[in-house]
Structures are given as C-alpha cells and as structure tokens.
C-alpha cells in the first residue's frame, strides 16, 4: 500500500509540468526524494534554477498535486534549488568558485550588450542566485559606470588574487578598475586577451551560481580567442533589429556555435521606441529581425526591449533598471529573459559540445 502511493504520486508528478522549464518534475530530475508514512507524504523537490519570487505559486501547485492523489492525507514540501556546474567547451577547465559562465556577446559594438549584461546579471541575482560579472569590454570597459563603482580599484592580495568589486549585490570585475584603459587601445590582440584572461583566473570569486561576462563587441581574433580559451556554459546574443546589426549578430551566432558553446538565446534590444512624452511604442526599425535570426538558427528567442530613456538613464547613472525600478516593464522582460537562460541551463544535462566541429586558432 505504501509503496502504491509513493508510485501513485511519483507518478502524478510525471504529469506536472513546471511551467518554467516546461517538463514534468520527475523528468527534469526535480524530485529528489519522496517518502509516505500513514498517508502523509514527505517530498523534496530541488529546482535546477534560482527561483525566490516562483516558490510559492510552485509549493501551491506541488502540494496540490499531491494532495489530489487518493490515500494522502497531508503533504510536507521541502522546496529549493540548488545551481550545478554545467559542461563548457571539451577540453577546458571550468574555474574555481565559478559553477556557470554566461557570454553575452554582439556582433558589433552600441547595440546595448553592457545594458543587457549587467541587468540580466542582476535579474539573476534578484531570483536568489549568486552571480558575478567581468567587464571584459577592454576598449569601452562600462560596466564601473553602470553599476556606480565608477572610480573605485581592484585590492591585490597577498596572494596574486584581486578582490572583486560588490556592487548591487553583484561581485564585479572589470580591467577599467585596474588600469588606465586608454593605454588599452595600442594593445595587440594576444595582450588583450592576456589581461582578460588574467583578470578573469586571477579574481578571487566567491562561489558563484553565474559569472556574466559583458564580452569586446565583435566577432574578431579576440573575441574568438577569448571564446576558446574561457570556460563558458553557454552564450547570450544582444542584437538590434537593423539588418546591419542582425547579419552582424549571426556572425556572433557562428562564431560560439564553431567553439562548441552553446548559445542560449538572442536578445533583440531597442525593438520598439517608446515616445517620453506620450508612451506611444512604435517599430522604427522594422520587426521581428530578432525572431527570424533565433528561428534561423534554431536558437531561443529570450525576449525584446524597448528603446527606453528610461533604461539608459537608470543604466547610465549607476543604478541600472532592475534595481532602479523592479517592476517597470523593462524589469519584468529581464527577469523572464534571465528565467530563460537559468532554466536552459538547468536543462543543460550534457556536453553539446561534440555537437559542433571545433576550429583551430592560429593568432593566441
Ligand atoms: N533598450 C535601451 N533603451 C535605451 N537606451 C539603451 C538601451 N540599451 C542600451 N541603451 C543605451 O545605449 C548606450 C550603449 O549601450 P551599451 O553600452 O550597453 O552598448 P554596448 O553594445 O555594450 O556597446 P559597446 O560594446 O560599444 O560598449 C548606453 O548609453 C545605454 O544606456
């Protein structure tokens, strides 16, 4: 009889669906354990994805669930999640106190990368994760800026470590806190890799669920270089819906795919202007460019921004959207943009990288 509502519920839960990952809880591996003493049922369930403003329509659902199943006569949910490492690219090693790295990345430079980076940094860390972000945009380093910190340094330690920068909640490097940047410019590409690899081995990172990384505009050597070399679970492209801007996001598309990571989504940024004055939206540069672009490449469409005043002067002055103002639109479309990316890595059960051919680079 026990053994028949054990089998009962586990089965009842092969048919709920978690809405955010869009699989059944016994199938995404959620349920970790699940015990019946005279009728009152004792489960735990372990999300793969930071969840704090999810958990209770989750515990409603969950508990529903089971308590709909014949015999149970009550129901005690214990109901977390826990962030796992995920598979980077084959032959790279993952770093220490870091389990995931998100590339975000665009084709060319002003598209709102920095802008979407550190927001999705901080709509992760709003749902309960811990999260880190390394500004490695050596040419225009925006992220001090954006994140207030303008200003500040990096503390070297005793032992060769530098100390990140906390700001928001978010741990922060960014080589604009550590050198003159403009010395930057008549870098050759091996030296700026170097710094930025440096700068990304050599922080002392504190167990970190996810390190965003605002990667150089482009699709070049470095970027390329940087895209072998960093152990990154996956990536993120910002793009604009001008043509211009879009063939230059398939180019970042090709670029992650040819080194085996996988890429998460597609973010179309500044998709609709919306009017200061009057809140008219309108699309000045055409629509849907972002959707086909995913739909081409069989990516995932994250979501849409809209060209905001509002987005760039909370960005711009040190307090960006989703801290300056939570539940804006603007907010709500970058928490489910960071929801996207969690649970596609949560989904993330092997190594894609054999999925794609990996190239030589000649230039390191
Ligand atoms: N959706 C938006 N609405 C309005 N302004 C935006 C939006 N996204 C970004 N911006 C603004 O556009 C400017 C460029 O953004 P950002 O620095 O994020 O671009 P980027 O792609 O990282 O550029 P680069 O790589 O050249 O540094 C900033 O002033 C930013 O505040």
């Given at each position: 009889m026990k053994n028949d509502l054990v089998q009962t519920i586990t089965t009842a839960l092969s048919q709920l669906i978690d809405p955010n990952m869009g699989k059944d809880f016994v199938s995404s591996k959620a349920l970790k354990q699940l015990t019946v003493e005279q009728g009152q049922a004792h489960l735990t369930i372990q999300l793969g994805y930071p969840a704090q403003s999810q958990l209770s329509g989750l515990r409603t659902l969950l508990e529903n669930a089971v308590r709909a199943?014949?015999?149970?006569?009550g129901v005690q949910l214990d109901l977390s999640w826990k962030i796992v490492a995920h598979s980077v690219q084959a032959g790279i090693k993952t770093l220490p106190n870091v389990r995931n790295i998100i590339a975000v990345a665009s084709?060319?430079?002003?598209?709102g990368k920095s802008t979407t980076a550190v927001n999705l940094a901080l709509a992760l860390a709003a749902e309960g994760a811990r999260v880190g972000v390394l500004d490695?945009?050596?040419?225009?380093?925006s992220q001090p800026l954006m994140l207030g910190v303008q200003g500040q340094r990096h503390e070297a330690n005793e032992d060769q470590t530098i100390t990140p920068i906390m700001a928001h909640g978010l741990q922060m490097a960014s080589i604009g806190c550590l050198i003159d940047t403009e010395q930057a410019v008549a870098w050759r590409g091996p030296m700026v890799t170097g710094a930025l690899l440096q700068l990304l081995q050599q922080t002392a990172w504190q167990d970190l669920d996810y390190l965003v990384i605002d990667m150089?505009?482009?699709?070049?050597d470095i970027q390329l270089t940087l895209a072998q070399k960093v152990p990154v679970t996956g990536a993120v492209i910002v793009t604009t819906p001008q043509e211009i801007a879009l063939l230059d996001g398939r180019r970042g598309v090709n670029m992650f795919q040819k080194v085996g990571i996988p890429i998460l989504g597609v973010v179309e940024n500044m998709a609709l202007h919306i009017c200061s004055q009057c809140g008219h939206g309108e699309h000045i540069f055409g629509t849907g460019g972002g959707q086909r672009m995913a739909e081409q490449y069989q990516v995932s469409y994250l979501g849409a921004l809209p060209l905001d005043s509002q987005i760039r002067e909370q960005t711009d002055s040190g307090k960006p959207t989703v801290v300056a103002d939570p539940n804006s639109p603007a907010s709500l479309v970058y928490g489910q943009i960071a929801r996207k990316v969690a649970v596609q890595i949560a989904d993330?059960?092997?190594?894609?990288?054999?999925k794609f051919p990996t190239i030589k680079v000649q230039n390191t």
């Open positions: 199943v014949p015999g149970v006569t084709g060319k430079g002003g598209v490695a945009d050596i040419y225009g380093p150089p505009p482009g699709t070049g993330k059960a092997q190594d894609h990288s054999l």
